[in-house]
């Protein structure tokens, strides 16, 4: 069935910089910094790639103001660990939330999707590729990255474009899929992508995000993808956090991120990370982390 408008009610804009989006780019950053240790070029493929950047100002995100219980519980903290402390520069140096003197620090006014963050550690050497299908955020996505000769962003299905960026010229690069996950569909539709996409480019690197929701999808996705990964005899990492309520199973809980082919320095690079953030995250009097992994 192909995707039509009324399918995409998602909007990124109400959950930007909540707790899954702090796990998520973390681990995104962490990532292609590694890439960058090597000269060669790479692709970063972002299947479902958002507005791009979100104005927390806006009338969306502070409509549930999620960021509140995400990136505003880590950015004064004096105690990050090093991965938290360089995501967290990151997302001070975007374009607009660079503050005047004197103004509180805490005062971010963007927080930046997927998109931004990669183009942030993108060189001239590496590519973007960005796949939206809600028309009013591919429109915001495309305007972000005009005359970017190094971005190419297209309003067209990212599980099936995918396949149309695999391999990469270069051989190396990042494919990250992050659905909206509204119906069970999206959690077949993620192992189907990777299936695929592991027979045209087996050494390239996947990352997943999954929100621990009250669905047999989200709940059966990490032992299926990790059932994936060793099928493919290909190494794997899972890192999930546990820190909200959820009343009846309602709500999100925590979310995960699953990689094949993580780099070999993410597992410790994480180690300090994942208790810190679950501690500062977590909003129930037991947070819980995993942090999981197989190496080949
Ligand atoms: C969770 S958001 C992406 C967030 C973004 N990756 C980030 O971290 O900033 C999911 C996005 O996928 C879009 N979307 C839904 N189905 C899609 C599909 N089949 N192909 C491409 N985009 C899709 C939604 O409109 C939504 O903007």
Redesign the pocket.
């Known amino acids: 069935m192909p995707?039509s408008g009324a399918m995409?009610a998602?909007?990124?804009a109400f959950h930007a910089g909540n707790h899954g989006?702090v796990l998520?780019?973390v681990v995104l950053m962490l990532v292609l910094q590694h890439l960058n240790g090597k000269e060669k070029g790479w692709r970063y493929t972002?299947?479902?790639?958002?507005?791009g950047g979100y104005a927390l100002t806006g009338a969306y995100a502070r409509q549930k103001r999620e960021h509140d219980n995400g990136i505003a519980r880590v950015l004064d903290r004096d105690d990050m660990p090093e991965p938290v402390a360089q995501y967290v520069n990151l997302v001070r140096s975007l374009h607009g939330n660079v503050v005047a003197d004197g103004a509180p620090l805490s005062s971010l006014r963007q927080y930046p999707?997927?998109?931004l963050i990669a183009q942030a550690l993108m060189r001239p050497q590496d590519q973007l590729r960005l796949?939206?299908?809600?028309p009013t955020?591919h429109r915001i996505l495309s305007s972000t990255f005009k005359g970017d000769r190094q971005v190419e962003v297209y309003m067209?299905?990212?599980?099936a474009g995918l396949k149309g960026q695999l391999p990469p010229p270069t051989r190396r690069g990042l494919t990250?899929i992050?659905?909206?996950y509204e119906g069970e569909r999206d959690y077949a539709s993620v192992l189907a992508t990777l299936r695929d996409a592991l027979t045209r480019f087996a050494d390239g690197v996947y990352m997943v995000w999954y929100p621990q929701v009250g669905k047999l999808g989200s709940r059966e996705l990490p032992r299926r993808l990790q059932a994936l990964a060793q099928g493919a005899s290909k190494g794997w990492l899972h890192a999930r956090l546990t820190v909200a309520p959820s009343a009846g199973g309602f709500g999100m809980a925590g979310s995960g991120v699953f990689l094949i082919n993580p780099p070999h320095t993410l597992h410790a690079s994480l180690q300090p990370v994942l208790p810190w953030l679950a501690q500062a995250l977590g909003r129930i009097e037991q947070p819980v982390w995993v942090l999981d992994h197989r190496a080949v």
């Open positions: 995707y995409l998602y909007r990124h989006d998520k780019h972002d299947t479902h790639a958002g507005a999707g997927s998109p796949f939206e299908l809600h955020d067209a299905d990212g599980f990250l992050d659905p909206a």
